[in-house]
């Protein structure tokens, strides 16, 4: 794994984000602001399955260049600063649930994390 994020990716104005996941790299525009977004481009782009929960980690300077696990909240501060990513999956988490209107309910939501509600 890669220690530093390093400069920036561009092509022309578009910025680039290096994807690393496994012994694969890959870039992807910098464009999804949405954190979801992103996990579904990297879901869909390494061909990961919706069995698999996407964790997403960087290393900074701020932090001593630690691995710092990034969710949707520090993904909308950090994204400026960040231009590598690594990528690791683990199985989703399975739960039983109770249909109370008669549909079956996912109450996880893209990222492995339990949903409001249960939808």
Same mark, same amino acid.
């Given at each position: 794994?890669?220690? #530093?994020?390093?400069?920036?990716?561009?092509?022309?104005?578009?910025?680039?984000?290096?994807?690393?996941?496994?012994?694969?790299?890959?870039?992807?525009?910098? +464009?999804?602001?949405?954190?979801?977004?992103?996990?579904?481009?990297?879901?869909?782009?390494?061909?990961?399955?919706?069995?698999?929960?996407?964790?997403?980690?960087?290393?900074? #300077?701020?932090?001593?260049?630690?691995?710092?696990?990034?969710?949707?909240?520090?993904?909308?501060?950090?994204?400026?600063?960040?231009?590598?990513?690594?990528?690791?999956?683990?199985?989703?988490?399975?739960?039983?649930?109770?249909?109370?209107?008669?549909?079956?309910?996912?109450?996880?939501? +893209?990222?492995?994390?339990? +949903?409001?509600?249960? #939808?």
């Amino acid at each position: 794994m890669g220690s #530093k994020q390093g400069k920036p990716y561009s092509v022309g104005k578009v910025q680039l984000l290096q994807v690393f996941y496994k012994n694969n790299k890959q870039f992807v525009t910098k +464009s999804p602001e949405d954190f979801e977004v992103l996990v579904g481009v990297i879901r869909e782009r390494f061909e990961i399955p919706p069995t698999e929960r996407i964790d997403i980690s960087t290393k900074l #300077k701020m932090f001593g260049y630690n691995e710092t696990e990034l969710d949707p909240d520090t993904w909308g501060v950090l994204r400026p600063k960040i231009y590598n990513i690594w990528v690791s999956t683990r199985p989703m988490p399975i739960t039983v649930v109770q249909p109370i209107d008669g549909k079956i309910h996912n109450p996880y939501n +893209s990222l492995g994390s339990p +949903s409001p509600g249960g #939808k």
